[in-house]
C-alpha cells in the first residue's frame, strides 16, 4: 500500500504528535529498516531503542515505547520515513519481534472470522428472561420521564419561548430528569436545546424547528406498541436504547464492497474521544458510517484512514435509513483510490435528505458529497455555492482553509449536513484528498 503524508498526518491522535513524527523522519536515528509485502519496521533511537512495526494491510501498529499515544510518534516517522525515503526502507525478511506480533494479529483476525461464520448458538432462555425483565423495567422509567417531557413541552407552548433567554437551565433540568429516567438519547436532544436559545437572531426558528423533533419523538414513543418494521428501531434508538454487537450482527443487513473512507472528523475529549468515519461503497454506492471509541489517548479499534479504500463485509444498524455500521470481516490489504462516486450538485444532495427524513425523522447527520462547489459571502455569512447557485451555510472559520486549498477554484468537499449547516471534513482538489480538522459548532 503507498500512502501520501496526508494519510499518515491523519492517523496521527493529534498535530503534536503528526509534527514529532515529522522530525524522526530522517535515516539518523533509524537502524534495522525494513519492509515486506505486509509490514514495515525499524528500531529508534530514543532514550532507548524502540522496536517499531506497522501492518500495511490496515496500518495498525506497535512500538515498544512507553508513550500513551497510538500511533505514537515513532510509528507516525517511521511511516514518513518510508514514504519520503522509501529508498531507506529495504525489502527484506522481518525479524523475529515483526513475526511474532504479525502472527498474533493472524491469529487473532481468524479468531473472529470463525466467530462469525459459526453457526448461532440457541439463546439462554434464563439470560433472555433476565434482559427481558431489565429492558421492561427500563421502558417503565422511560414512560414516566417522557411524560413528564410532553408536559414541560405544552407549558412551553402555552407560556412560548420569548422567556427562555432569561431563563438558562430551563433545558439543561429537562434533560437531567431523562437522564434519570434512562432515557439518554432524548435527554441529549433536550440538552443541545440549552445552547440554541439565545444569541443568534434567529434562535427561535431553530429551536422551534427542534422542539418540534422532540415532540414527535416522545409521542411516537408513547404510541411504539402501534408501529412495526425498522422505524420502530429508530425510535428506540433515538430516545436511548442501544442494540448488542451480536444483536446486530443476528438482524443487521450484510454488505460486502471495497469501502472508500471519504471523510473522517475525531472528537477530543480527556477521558474518551470518538470518531466518525464516513465511507461509500465503490460499486454499491452505499454511505456507512463507522463509529469508533476509545478512552484517552488509546487507539481506537481497528485502523480507518482517510483517503484509503479497504475490501471488507460490513453490518448495518436495523434502521428505516441504515448508515450506522460495523466491519465485520476486512479481505486483503487497505489501497488507495483515485474518487469515490456519488458526488452530485447541491439541489441532488439535498433531494436525498429529504427522502432520509421522511423515513426516519430523528436522523441527525447525512453525508453530502458535493461536486464543483466554492466558499462565497452573503450578508455577512459564508457558504459554498455550486455551479447552479444553490448554497449551503458552513461555518465561519471553514472558508479560509478552503481558499487555502482552491485558490478560488471549484472543488469537491465532503461534509455533514445536520439540515442547518454543513460541517465541511475533506476538500478534493486536482485529485488530492485534504482533511480539514473543524471544530463543530452548537
Not at 530522517?26 to 529508534?44: F, H, I, N, Q, S
Not at 433536550?190 to 422532540?214: C, K, M, N, Q, Y
Request: proline fraction near 7%.
Amino acid at each position: 500500500m503507498t500512502l501520501d503524508p496526508q494519510q499518515i498526518v491523519a492517523l496521527a491522535p493529534d498535530a503534536s504528535s503528526a509534527a514529532a513524527g515529522r522530525k524522526l523522519a530522517t535515516p539518523a536515528p533509524w537502524k534495522t529498516l525494513g519492509r515486506d509485502a505486509r509490514a514495515v519496521w525499524g528500531e529508534c533511537k530514543g532514550s532507548a531503542l524502540y522496536q517499531v512495526r506497522v501492518d500495511l494491510r490496515d496500518l495498525s501498529s506497535k512500538c515498544s515505547c512507553p508513550s500513551r499515544k497510538f500511533p505514537c510518534k515513532h510509528a507516525l516517522g517511521l511511516l514518513f520515513l518510508a514514504e519520503g525515503e522509501p529508498q531507506r526502507v529495504v525489502e527484506a525478511s522481518p525479524p523475529e519481534w515483526v513475526r511474532d506480533w504479525i502472527d498474533k494479529r493472524d491469529q487473532a483476525e481468524q479468531k473472529r472470522e470463525a466467530r462469525a461464520s459459526a453457526p448461532q448458538k440457541a439463546p439462554d432462555p434464563v439470560a433472555q428472561k433476565r434482559r427481558l425483565s431489565v429492558t421492561e423495567a427500563r421502558e417503565a422509567r422511560v414512560d414516566k420521564g417522557v411524560e413528564a417531557l410532553d408536559r414541560f413541552l405544552q407549558d412551553l407552548v402555552r407560556t412560548g419561548l420569548a422567556g427562555l433567554e432569561s431563563q438558562p437551565g430551563t433545558f439543561e433540568a429537562q434533560a437531567a430528569r431523562l437522564v434519570d429516567a434512562q432515557a439518554t438519547g432524548l435527554a441529549s436532544r433536550v440538552r443541545r436545546l440549552e445552547h440554541a436559545a439565545g444569541g443568534d437572531p434567529s434562535w427561535p426558528d431553530a429551536v422551534l424547528d427542534r422542539l418540534g423533533r422532540i415532540a414527535l419523538l416522545a409521542r411516537a414513543w408513547s404510541r411504539l406498541d402501534r408501529l412495526e418494521g425498522p422505524i420502530v428501531d429508530d425510535i428506540r434508538q433515538a430516545i436511548g436504547f442501544s442494540l448488542e454487537k451480536d444483536e446486530v450482527a443476528a438482524r443487521g443487513e450484510r454488505v460486502r464492497d471495497v469501502w472508500a473512507v471519504v471523510a473522517q472528523h475525531t472528537d477530543d475529549d480527556e477521558r474518551l474521544r470518538s470518531q466518525r468515519s464516513w465511507l461509500r461503497g465503490m460499486s454499491t454506492r452505499r454511505t456507512a458510517l463507522i463509529l469508533q471509541f476509545a478512552p484517552g489517548a488509546a487507539p481506537f479499534p481497528q485502523a480507518i484512514v482517510p483517503s484509503t479504500a479497504f475490501d471488507a463485509e460490513l453490518i448495518f444498524w436495523p434502521s428505516a435509513t441504515p448508515t450506522r455500521a460495523l466491519v465485520d470481516v476486512r479481505h486483503g490489504t487497505d489501497r488507495s483510490f483515485a474518487q469515490a462516486p456519488g458526488f452530485a450538485p447541491i439541489a441532488e444532495a439535498l433531494r436525498g435528505y429529504a427522502e432520509q427524513l421522511a423515513n426516519n425523522p430523528w436522523h441527525e447527520r447525512t453525508l453530502f458529497t458535493l461536486g464543483g462547489v466554492v466558499p462565497v459571502k452573503h450578508e455577512g455569512r459564508w457558504f459554498v455555492r455550486d455551479a447552479s447557485g444553490a448554497a449551503l451555510p458552513i461555518p465561519s472559520r471553514t472558508p479560509w482553509l478552503l481558499l487555502a486549498i482552491s485558490a478560488g477554484a471549484p472543488v469537491d468537499l465532503v461534509g455533514e449536513w445536520s439540515g442547518a449547516r454543513l460541517l465541511p471534513l475533506a476538500a478534493i482538489e486536482r485529485g488530492v484528498h485534504h482533511p480539514l480538522h473543524i471544530a463543530e459548532e452548537e
